[in-house]
Structures are given as structure tokens and as C-alpha cells.
């Protein structure tokens, strides 16, 4: 029984996976980037690619959960941040509405 969600054939490379991700998160992970940090990235995509498929895997999943990680820092930061502003009083309450006609003045 061939299972429907295991892609047949090679599968993509690095390079390309990372081309496929959405532009924001591109940015988000330093893809943007000058032509000397461009060269180094491609170095490390290229050693990354020379690994075994298992190890590249591997490698994904320990970004992937560090790049969660930072987010959940960054999370926790904004958080922290809030619950001072709204000791401090510098948080309005209202509705939706209250927020809109105030938006509108």
C-alpha cells in the first residue's frame, strides 16, 4: 500500500526548500542578506546537502525547534512588557467599537 502522504522520487533539496519558504520568514531567519553573508550561506547549504539525508532531516528539526523557542521568548518578553504597561495604567479597556472610533479621530 503506498502511503499518500510520503512524496515518491528524490526529495527536494535544501536549497530549494528554503527557497520555497514565505518571504517574511526568510527575512525572520537572516536570508536577506549581503553578498559575503550570501556566499558563507551557500557554503553552509552546501555542506548541510552533503550530509546524509537522516542528518539533514535532523538538522532541520533541531532549527525548527530552536527557531519555536525563540519565538516563545519573544512571546514571553511581549508579555511581561504588557503586564507592566498595564500596571503602570498605561493600557486602555474597551470594545471593539471604542476601538474603531478612536481610530477614526
Aim: glycine content about 4%; aromatic content about 4%; overall charge neutral.
Amino acid at each position: 500500500m503506498i502511503r499518500m502522504d510520503v512524496p515518491v522520487g528524490k526529495p527536494p533539496s535544501l536549497r530549494a526548500q528554503v527557497n520555497r519558504l514565505p518571504l517574511g520568514f526568510q527575512k525572520e531567519v537572516g536570508i536577506q542578506m549581503d553578498s559575503q553573508q550570501t556566499m558563507i550561506f551557500q557554503k553552509a547549504l552546501d555542506v548541510v546537502e552533503s550530509l546524509p539525508e537522516y542528518q539533514q532531516e535532523h538538522l532541520i528539526d533541531i532549527i525548527r525547534h530552536r527557531l519555536i523557542e525563540h519565538r516563545r521568548e519573544l512571546l514571553a518578553e511581549n508579555i511581561r512588557e504588557a503586564r507592566k504597561e498595564y500596571a503602570r495604567g498605561e493600557v486602555k479597556k474597551g470594545t471593539v467599537d471604542d476601538l474603531m472610533k478612536e481610530l477614526s479621530e
